[in-house]
């Protein structure tokens, strides 16, 4: 296999042979799906809001359904970076907003309602999905105990014994000084 | 030889490279013993630094056997000799070297020019480390090419550990240099932002130099239990106000000297909303750092102080408190550590068992581990605080 890399590096400089096996743990898998889907559906809601108010009977709301374009596209840039987890949380939020956006277009004279309520079943799935990222993508311990370390001072004559010798120390010094 | 490899943003894999050869008759080749993951490999796994190029090996806290020399070593070092590598490569000729400034020698940044367009000036060269700092292949590998190798290195006397004396290499003289920098008086407070192991070492420093109070503030238990082993006295920042926690322990006065152990990555969390704003600004490129703990020290230190640094910052931080900075008279001080200004001295602690750096690994594993030994300590799992990996 050829690596561009290879030509960068000087002469004694090591060189790729064989490239490891690279480790994405499953949960980023997720969050760079929803990831990309929040961009893509956020460039639509940005570029044409038209057409989706159209489809849920919402004439008259592009301007709102362009600001919600505007969240999703930063949610999923946010979801793509190395703080998914932030990512996936603004998503989960921004779920509620949808619902609550689509429930209030979901009024009986509304020509369009079945559309919505599809819409707002899409939204209730793909919140369960983006709720799973987020937790699966928390960087805390969730399961495993924790450890502390109290005898860990790093002194092995004590942390009372470095105290003492280092003012004795600094008095000395201050002392030869003045 | 096996080396840990960065392909790309969160993507670090054990490859297989050639062994590194001999270029110049100043460079020797080191079999490694143990190298470490460092909080600024940190930055680099989330591409926070500019200037990584795929096929770059990472590391700079490493430690081995000399195995092979080029004829330029004028006697200072030899096949067979143990060494810690500091992460700054020097000349010892230049002007800065002379007068002890290492992490800005003048010679050793083999792209100097991408440093001078960046920075104004040149910096030294470092180990695993961007192309702006000399593109050097690091340390997390089996073997290691150090150029300026007969004066890029610490001798290690016989009956000492590797765990005793890896971190001479970097983050044990970079705890000492924020400590020191603070010319601690024996009536001061000493506050240190982060306990990771450059906060940890920071806090033994401050108790070795003197300071009547130490005060560490992180928001993970593990971290935090750690520091109050060494003496601080620690504050949660994700239970407790750091400003009132701060005055209470100084009777109002605030902290004489602030060190920022955490550099551009401070922690993104709704109760601190100018995280949220960095994080947003750094999405659009319009900021590359998050300097929370800046304008936090700027703050809360008491007028006439010192503000410590060093955290890694990487590029452009908004939102600076230059008003209070200057009204205050604070002095700042920072640099990337200048390692063999201090390694003599340390040396000598460590082997008269003043200290022993090695309270800090949590997890010691082989190299192949690598890469997934990096989101253990990126996610803080397992209770990690350092891990040393053993080629
Ligand atoms: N100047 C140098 O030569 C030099 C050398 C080594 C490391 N460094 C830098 O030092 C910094 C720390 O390194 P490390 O290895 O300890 O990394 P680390 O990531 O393990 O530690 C950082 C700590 O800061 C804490 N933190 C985050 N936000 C905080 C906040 N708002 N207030 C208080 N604490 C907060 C984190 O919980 C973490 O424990 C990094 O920026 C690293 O690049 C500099
Ligand atoms: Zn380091
Ligand atoms: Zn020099």
Known sequence: MYYVANIMRSKGDPKIVRSGPRHVPPANRLARSLGWFSIGLGALELFAPRRITRTLGMQGNETLVRAFGLREIFSGIMSLSVDRNAGLWSRVAGDGLDAAALMSAMTRHNPKKHNVALALLMIGGIAMLDYRGAQETARRPQNGRRRLYPDRSGFPKGLAAARDAARKVLSHTKASVS | ?391
């Open chain 2, 1 to 391: 030889m096996k080396a840990l490899v960065w392909h790309g943003k969160e993507d670090i894999r054990c490859d297989e490279v050639t062994d590194p050869q001999i270029e110049d008759p100043r460079d020797a080749i080191i079999k490694v013993t143990s190298c470490a993951i460092c909080g600024s490999d940190l930055h680099l796994f989330h591409n926070f630094i500019p200037g990584m190029l795929p096929g770059d090996i990472m590391g700079h806290e490493t430690m081995g056997e000399v195995v092979e020399t080029g004829d330029g070593m004028d006697g200072k070092l030899k096949k067979g000799d143990r060494i810690v590598v500091p992460f700054t490569i020097i000349c010892g000729q230049c002007e800065q070297c002379k007068r002890g400034n290492f992490s800005v020698c003048e010679t050793t940044n083999r792209k100097r020019h991408l440093a001078e367009k960046v920075f104004g000036h040149t910096t030294a060269g470092l180990f695993g480390y961007t192309h702006l700092t000399g593109g050097y292949p690091g340390g997390q590998a089996e073997y290691l090419r150090v150029p300026f190798a007969d004066t890029t290195h610490i001798k290690i006397p016989e009956g000492l550990s590797d765990e005793q004396v890896l971190f001479l290499s970097d983050i044990f003289p970079t705890g000492w240099q924020a400590a020191a920098q603070c010319d601690i008086e024996p009536t001061d407070t000493v506050a240190i932002w982060g306990c990771g192991p450059v906060g940890q070492m920071a806090i033994r420093s401050a108790i070795l130099l003197g300071a009547n109070q130490v005060i560490a503030i992180d928001c993970l238990p593990e971290r935090l239990s750690m520091a109050e082993a060494g003496g601080a006295t620690v504050i949660d920042f994700k239970t407790e106000s750091v400003m009132d926690r701060l005055q209470e322990l100084t009777d109002g006065r605030g902290p004489e000297k602030c060190i920022d152990a955490t550099g551009m990555e401070s922690h993104v969390m709704p109760s601190q909303p100018d995280t949220i704003l960095d994080r947003a600004k750094q999405m659009l490129m319009l900021e590359s750092d998050r300097p929370h703990v800046l304008r936090e020290m700027i703050y809360l230190c008491r007028p006439g102080g010192v503000i410590s640094i060093p955290g890694v910052y990487s590029g452009f931080s908004d939102k600076i408190p230059m008003g209070a900075l200057m009204n205050k008279g604070l002095t700042v001080r920072t640099g990337q550590t200048h390692v063999n200004r201090w390694t003599d001295d340390l040396l000598r602690r460590i082997a008269d068992g003043e200290i022993d750096p090695s309270f800090v690994i949590t997890h010691t594993v082989d190299l192949e581990h690598g890469p997934e030994m990096y989101r253990l300590f990126r996610d803080k799992q397992d209770s990690c605080v350092k891990v040393v990996l053993k080629p």
